[in-house]
């Protein structure tokens, strides 16, 4: 429900870091009939306003004067946590039920990390509280050791945590190149370089012979590509995948586990929630499992399958990878 609340230029723009005034050149262009066949009455009018803003230091992002004056002390606490997405002890409530108990995990750069857990267990709610769409009652969640909790989705964007929704993010009315231009516009300057990025990253993501290609036409597993390509754009540290594997072909599991392990190799930690649980264990490096709202077990996926605890609330005695 909270994310039919959001259309497509909220998830794609955003939740990518953008804010201010203006708008990229992409988003302004005019689409020609046949391309923008699918997108609807909102999803125009909400590009047409497609707000734009660079930051321009780390501490405007962080809204925090502490981050620019911490002194010796501040400097060498976030040099042990660099590359580090850390989440402690974060609790929620909602009509005095606690669905999240004192919950921690970390993710480092360049690994892939599974957030599973059986239904109502709460993982969700985590999954939200870390990415920034909902706000924790207690906890902290840092970034390379800097303090991230109280900002909204859209400046943890401008700091490195990517986000991709389960629901289709992608500009339906623009071209595949359009949809991935419209975030260099703000994050690169110069427009030799930015199309010189654009090309590697069409390139890069086998989509290079679609790139005029009305972005709604586009298949499942390509719409994915062109998404984690747009959210490239934003050079990220950490992206965080929402149900990648929701209602999609085994042809396109397969596309986005190469997908996963790419972005390890490009230095960027992923954090995955789904409720396809063989595949995720297939791609991550280490899992948590929550029940009830607390951690149950973590581990590599050899460890989860072998964990007691975790057959028998959520894997079941016959789960075999």
Avoid at 20 to 29: D, K, S
Avoid at 51 to 60: E, F, L, V
Wanted: glycine share 10%; proline share 4%; aromatic share 6%.
């Amino acid at each position: 429900m909270l994310l039919r609340l959001l259309p497509d230029f909220t998830c794609a723009v955003a939740l990518m870091g953008f804010g201010g005034r203006g708008a990229p050149r992409a988003l302004r262009r005019r689409p020609k009939a046949d391309q923008i066949a699918g997108a609807s009455r909102s999803e125009a009018s909400a590009a047409s306003a497609a707000p734009t803003a660079r930051m321009t230091s780390a501490a405007d992002a962080f809204g925090d004067r502490s981050f620019a004056e911490g002194g010796q002390d501040h400097a060498a606490a976030a040099a042990d946590s660099e590359g580090v997405l850390s989440v402690m002890r974060l609790r929620k409530s909602y009509k005095m039920r606690r669905i999240i108990e004192d919950v921690s995990l970390t993710v480092r750069r360049g690994e892939a990390v599974g957030l599973l857990g059986p239904n109502g267990a709460g993982k969700t709610t985590l999954f939200y509280m870390i990415s920034g769409l909902i706000r924790p009652d207690a906890g902290r969640i840092e970034l390379d050791g800097h303090d991230v909790t109280r900002l909204p989705m859209y400046r943890r964007a401008r700091l490195g945590i990517g986000y991709l929704p389960q629901e289709p993010s992608i500009f339906r009315g623009l071209t595949v190149e359009d949809n991935i231009r419209a975030v260099l516009e703000i994050t690169q300057s110069d427009k030799q370089k930015r199309e010189r990025e654009l090309d590697a990253l069409l390139e890069e993501f086998d989509i290079a012979a679609l790139r005029r290609s009305p972005s709604v036409a586009l298949s499942g597993g390509e719409r994915r590509r062109c998404e984690i390509a747009r959210a490239l754009a934003c050079r990220p540290s950490f992206i965080l995948l929402d149900e990648p594997f929701a209602g999609i072909d085994p042809i396109a599991v397969a596309d986005i586990q190469t997908l996963v392990q790419h972005l390890k190799t490009r230095g960027i930690g992923v954090l995955v929630t789904d409720h396809n649980v063989r595949e995720t264990l297939g791609l991550i490096d280490r899992a948590y499992i929550i029940h009830a709202g607390r951690v149950l077990t973590q581990g590599t996926p050899a460890d989860i399958v072998a964990d007691a605890e975790a057959r028998r609330f959520y894997l079941g005695d016959d789960f075999v990878l």
